[in-house]
């Protein structure tokens, strides 16, 4: 974590990384946006909805299919999707601050600040739940956060940052297992990270199959994919100790994440391109609302960014919860999955035993 530092200049850097953040998010949510669009022609552009924050902020939530669609009206590539960008500032109140901190340790105990801490969030986040169980669902989220001293609210004076870290990162959940598209994912991640350090990527991908774990089920959400939180100017215990090995200063950080956000296109949007033209069946459609039932368990249950968005002030909730899928399954006692030797069982297998694909 990087703590208060003496740095004159420390107020005016972070200011140029709050503008910074904000450029880049919204042009990275309209290429996206515009990549989907381009994938189906055929289907409705997606809803733009800007929206304010009363309590500070503001933020675009880009949203598939549009209210204008009557469900089953016909079938396009994707079934439901969003791709949101929030830009935010405000005061944590103690139940976030207490949510934060294990991650975040050297924020201030929620006891030392009764009255919360000033932030400032802004970030990107997206999953797309294409229609064809042969077609995975993809999530991704790219954000940087800020605490600063609530000893210079109000006043004249530049914030005391206290703490300012980026996290992200990006991961595959399909129903059917296509091992050449586990590798084409990982491995556009793979060189995103290879340009910075040879050796995180393997950190980013251990991270994320811890992550998206769901311990109830004893099961992964999906594949995996990269993973990251707290990343900073200083040491992290996830990553290797050589400064050498990982971004250290907040524009180098910035670069990289940058550079892990333009590996989203090239790394999901050929796999739905060919996965979506695949015939599928009664019982595979089946399989895969069953598998979207798991990806509902773990971001209500387990998610922490979930729990933290609906803790801060001004939650906006249809926003948050966009992640869900427009329909999901749960069967009692289900046995589709259970037989190794089904295509179904493939995917368990993995799921219960994560793979390294490069």
């Known amino acids: 974590m990087s703590s208060s530092t003496s740095d004159p200049n420390q107020s005016s850097q972070q200011q140029t990384m709050r503008t910074k953040m904000e450029a880049w998010i919204r042009s990275l949510q309209e290429e996206i946006v515009q990549a989907f669009e381009n994938l189906d022609p055929e ?11 009363p309590e500070g902020g503001m933020g675009q939530s880009c949203v598939f299919p549009p209210p ?16 949101n960008i929030s830009i935010v500032h405000g005061t944590l109140p103690p139940p976030a601050i207490r949510q934060m901190r ?3 340790t050297t924020i201030p105990l929620p006891e030392d600040a009764p009255g919360g801490l000033p932030f400032f969030a802004a970030g990107i986040s ?6 064809n169980p042969h077609a995975p669902t993809c999530h991704a989220n790219y954000r940087y956060f800020e605490i600063t001293d609530s000893a210079t609210l109000g ?9 300012w870290w980026f996290g992200g990162g990006s991961d595959l959940t399909p129903s059917y297992l296509y091992p050449a598209d586990a590798i084409h994912f990982h491995q556009t991640h793979k060189s995103a990270c290879d340009a910075f350090s040879p050796s995180i990527h393997s950190a980013l991908k251990k991270w994320c199959d811890e992550y998206f774990y769901i311990p109830h089920r004893n099961e992964s959400r999906g594949i995996g994919g990269i993973f990251f939180d707290d990343l900073h ?3 992290h215990t996830r990553l290797p100790d050589n400064p050498s090995n990982h971004p250290r200063t907040v524009e180098s950080l910035f670069t990289f994440v940058k550079s892990l956000g333009a590996a989203f296109i090239p790394a999901y949007i050929p796999i739905v391109e ?20 798991r990806y509902v368990e773990f971001n209500l249950v387990i998610d922490r960014g ?20 427009e329909t999901a399954r749960w069967e009692y006692m289900s046995e589709v999955g259970a037989d190794e030797e089904t295509e179904e069982g493939k995917l368990v297998r993995v799921l219960k035993e994560p793979r390294e694909w490069v």
């Open 68 to 83: 204008t669609i009557t469900a089953g009206e016909k079938e396009y590539i994707l079934e439901k999707a969003g791709v």
């Open 126 to 131: 997206l999953v797309i739940h294409p229609k």
């Open 155 to 163: 006043s004249s004076a530049d914030p005391k940052i206290i703490a």
């Open 102 to 104: 294990a991650d975040h």
């Open 274 to 293: 060919e996965r979506a033209k695949m015939p599928y069946t009664d019982a595979q459609r089946r399989w895969q609302l069953i598998r979207r039932g």
């Open 43 to 53: 289907a409705p552009k997606f809803q733009r909805d800007s929206w304010v924050r």
């Open 233 to 235: 100017a200083g040491p």
């Open 306 to 325: 979930t729990k933290f968005g609906l803790m801060t002030p001004g939650a906006r909730v249809e926003s948050i919860l966009m992640s869900l899928p």
